[in-house]
């Protein structure tokens, strides 16, 4: 199983003609795209039915969140089946926009889990701290403690598909800058927490992607850190030049 995966996020970007070309232009790319990378793109979801029909076959999708109920009376949420049944693969979940933004706890982080594995539908598990908490030293314990909640009830997982990213909130947007070597003391910790859940064995297997504004020019040596399995890509995968190079960068 590959480890390696570069997995992008367009948030609210794009038409669904943009992101048909989008598709297209990977396609083309397709045979110049290394091997042993998974390669994950999240479109905004009214496109995903459409967009099963004509990605490449490189190229997995996954929703950039999901429901944390079943069908029935939910007016405009939509569930993992619904979310297999369009051919996407995995979803973002927890990811820091859904928390801070739509208040989503660890309770429902937990449950849209849940869900997602009932359906066997992927889970790209984010998590991170805010500027406050890695200025007061408390980081550790806070990814600490999102892991535990989120997985706390899980025996085992599937590492093909149960992925977790790391997003330094603090750096993204507010002009600090995380550097390659606080990356890789995140992922580290990271690795450790997995290996003490459930065993080394299994950790090394769970890919651990790095979500804090990773561009072409900085992968190179965010993904040369032994525990940064990739990236979760923002504003870099809404351009296929970018978002290839920055996938080339994540082959080893």
């Known amino acids: ?82 979310l297999t049944s369009c051919g996407v693969e995995f979803a973002l979940i927890g990811h820091s926009e859904r928390r801070g933004g739509y208040g989503e706890t660890d309770e429902v982080v937990v449950d849209k889990i849940s869900r997602c594995i009932e359906a066997g539908l992927g889970v790209v598990l984010c998590c991170g701290e805010p500027l406050e908490v890695r200025d007061s030293g408390g980081h550790e314990e806070m990814i600490a403690r999102q892991l535990d909640s989120a997985m706390n009830n899980l025996s085992d997982v599937d590492p093909s598909k149960f992925v977790i990213a790391y997003e330094p909130i603090w750096a993204i947007g507010t002009g600090r800058t995380a550097t390659s070597e606080q990356a890789g003391e995140m992922h580290t910790f990271i690795r450790s927490w997995l290996s003490d859940k459930f065993s080394q064995e299994r950790a090394n297997q769970i890919s651990i992607l790095y979500g804090g504004s990773c561009k072409p020019s900085n992968a190179d040596e965010l993904f040369a850190n032994a525990n940064v399995d990739g990236g979760l890509i923002g504003g870099a995968s809404l351009k296929t030049e970018d978002f290839s190079q920055i996938i080339k960068a994540a082959s080893k």
């Not at 004509?54 to 429901?67: E, F």
Request: hydrophobic share 40%; charged share 20%.
């Open 1 to 82: 199983m590959m480890r390696n995966i570069v997995a992008g996020n367009w948030k609210s970007n794009k038409s669904i003609n943009e992101s048909r070309e989008w598709m297209s232009e990977m396609s083309n790319l397709e045979g110049s795209m290394p091997k042993d990378v998974r390669v994950i793109v999240a479109p905004p979801a009214p496109y995903l039915a459409a967009l099963a029909e004509v990605k490449p076959s490189n190229v997995i999708l996954a929703s950039q969140t999901v429901s944390a109920t079943g069908s029935g009376a939910y007016t405009g949420e939509f569930t993992a089946d619904m």
